[in-house]
């Protein structure tokens, strides 16, 4: 059997932006490190959007930027300045050919199209078992999630699960300059649901029909919905150019408990999702850094995570969608009537003071989240 270093099982966000931050950080050379992923990673198979103030270090593969959005609902509609944030957009298939340029001229780094099947934490090395082959490693890096929690779970679980279109319609429908957060005027059903636009022209357009809940739906209750959406913009003639479909898992359960000391979760199955809105692209940029100065100087990964106060807010957030998930849209419009988008995207960057939580918080229906922290408690 082969031997690396370091063995990422999966190479999606995570692993990817891992592989690429020991890279640039030039302190690896010497370790030989193995990819492995059934899929080549080339494919435009997902969109990122995330919020950052001034320029960032991924501006080069950045696609659109925006300065001002819509958060709107049956009752109001709020067009909000961001300054001095701007909320970026990436192709995934961009962001694959990026890193992957980078990684492809690394003698030291291997990827290889096999599925991981099994892997195990033995006294000697970490034994990777694919369908074909075998492979040890010192240690490894894994981001194949696993949507089963235990039944014994006290943590629940929701999907943000999507379809999304690329659309071109032949007149002007969009405004190419302001992001839709969400438009809760869509029929909720009992659920959290709402359209996500994301606008390149005034013809053209990422149109995401989004739900916080627990089961998926049909392929065509979403697609329905899209179409809906874009006659009720008085666009009956449009072209579908490329569509994207995800679910995202939303959870606080703490799946680094299950790190070993040459074993790591990573990405979703290490809980790098932000739990309360399944932004994925900011937080796997954080912690992916965050993990490489931990390398440099830690060898037990039972000692990377620490649990702070927003996983609380998480928990209790997710609490309440999952008892009673209707009551998202009215959450998330009391949320951004009420407050500063600056201040919530601080928020939600986990980048608050506790002075500053609280505006946040009071900011949203208080009865609701009173009793989800009671029962927490007691």
Same mark, same amino acid.
Not at 273 to 288: D, M, R
């Given at each position: 059997? #082969?031997?690396?270093?370091?063995?990422?099982? %999966?190479?999606?966000?995570?692993?990817?932006?891992?592989?690429?931050?020991?890279?640039?950080?030039?302190?690896?050379?010497?370790?030989?490190?193995?990819?492995?992923?059934?899929?080549? &990673?080339?494919?435009?198979?997902?969109?990122?959007?995330?919020?950052? @103030?001034?320029?960032?270090?991924?501006?080069?593969?950045?696609?659109?930027?925006?300065?001002?959005?819509?958060?709107?609902?049956?009752?109001?509609?709020?067009?909000?300045?961001?300054?001095?944030?701007?909320?970026?957009?990436?192709?995934?298939?961009?962001?694959?050919?990026?890193?992957?340029?980078?990684?492809?001229?690394? $003698?030291?780094?291997?990827?290889?199209?096999?599925?991981?099947?099994?892997?195990?934490?033995?006294?000697?090395?970490?034994?990777?078992?694919?369908?074909? =082959?075998?492979?040890?490693?010192?240690?490894?890096?894994?981001?194949?999630?696993?949507?089963?929690?235990?039944?014994?779970?006290?943590?629940? +679980?929701?999907?943000?699960?999507?379809?999304?279109?690329?659309?071109? !319609?032949?007149?002007?429908?969009?405004?190419?300059?302001?992001?839709?957060?969400?438009?809760?005027?869509?029929?909720? #059903?009992?659920?959290?649901?709402?359209?996500?636009?994301?606008?390149?022209?005034?013809?053209?357009?990422?149109? =995401?029909?989004?739900?916080?809940?627990?089961?998926?739906?049909? @392929?065509?209750?979403?697609?329905? $919905?899209?179409?809906?959406?874009?006659?009720?913009?008085?666009?009956?003639?449009?072209?579908?150019?490329?569509?994207?479909? %995800?679910?995202?898992?939303?959870?606080?359960?703490?799946?680094?408990?299950?790190?070993?000391?040459?074993?790591?979760?990573?990405?979703?199955?290490?809980?790098?999702?932000? $739990?309360? !809105?399944?932004?994925?692209?900011?937080?796997?940029?954080?912690? /992916?850094?965050? +993990?490489?100065?931990?390398?440099?100087?830690?060898?037990?990964?039972? &000692?990377?995570?620490?649990?702070?106060?927003?996983?609380?807010?998480?928990?209790?957030?997710?609490?309440?969608?999952? &008892? #009673?998930?209707?009551?998202?849209?009215?959450?998330? /419009?009391?949320?951004?009537?009420?407050?500063?988008?600056?201040?919530?995207?601080?928020?939600?960057?986990?980048? !608050? @003071?506790?002075?500053?939580?609280?505006?946040?918080?009071?900011?949203?229906?208080?009865?609701?989240?009173?009793?989800? +922290?009671?029962?927490?408690?007691?």
């Amino acid at each position: 059997m #082969k031997h690396f270093h370091y063995i990422f099982a %999966g190479s999606g966000l995570s692993a990817l932006m891992t592989v690429y931050r020991m890279v640039v950080s030039g302190k690896f050379t010497d370790k030989s490190i193995l990819l492995i992923d059934p899929d080549t &990673k080339e494919s435009n198979d997902r969109t990122w959007c995330f919020w950052e @103030t001034e320029s960032g270090e991924w501006d080069n593969i950045v696609s659109k930027h925006w300065d001002s959005a819509f958060f709107i609902n049956t009752a109001f509609t709020k067009k909000m300045i961001l300054a001095p944030y701007h909320y970026k957009m990436i192709k995934g298939a961009d962001f694959y050919s990026h890193i992957k340029s980078v990684i492809s001229k690394q $003698a030291n780094i291997t990827f290889i199209q096999q599925r991981v099947t099994d892997f195990t934490d033995t006294p000697q090395h970490v034994l990777v078992k694919t369908e074909t =082959e075998s492979y040890t490693c010192n240690k490894l890096f894994n981001s194949i999630y696993n949507p089963t929690l235990p039944a014994e779970s006290r943590y629940p +679980l929701l999907q943000q699960h999507f379809i999304g279109w690329f659309v071109k !319609t032949k007149k002007p429908v969009f405004n190419a300059d302001t992001a839709t957060f969400m438009d809760f005027s869509v029929p909720q #059903k009992g659920n959290t649901r709402f359209m996500y636009v994301m606008p390149v022209s005034e013809t053209e357009a990422l149109v =995401e029909y989004t739900l916080f809940s627990h089961d998926l739906l049909q @392929t065509q209750e979403y697609e329905s $919905a899209i179409h809906q959406y874009l006659e009720n913009l008085d666009s009956n003639d449009y072209e579908v150019i490329e569509k994207e479909r %995800g679910s995202i898992p939303m959870t606080c359960y703490p799946f680094w408990e299950n790190n070993t000391k040459n074993i790591i979760n990573i990405g979703s199955a290490g809980g790098w999702t932000k $739990a309360s !809105t399944g932004y994925t692209f900011k937080n796997t940029s954080k912690k /992916s850094q965050k +993990l490489i100065a931990f390398l440099e100087n830690e060898t037990d990964f039972t &000692k990377f995570h620490k649990k702070n106060r927003f996983w609380l807010y998480d928990l209790l957030l997710l609490d309440i969608l999952y &008892k #009673k998930n209707e009551k998202g849209s009215t959450i998330f /419009s009391a949320m951004f009537r009420n407050a500063m988008p600056q201040l919530i995207f601080k928020f939600l960057d986990e980048e !608050t @003071t506790i002075s500053e939580d609280l505006k946040v918080i009071w900011a949203c229906p208080k009865s609701l989240f009173i009793k989800a +922290l009671g029962k927490r408690l007691f």
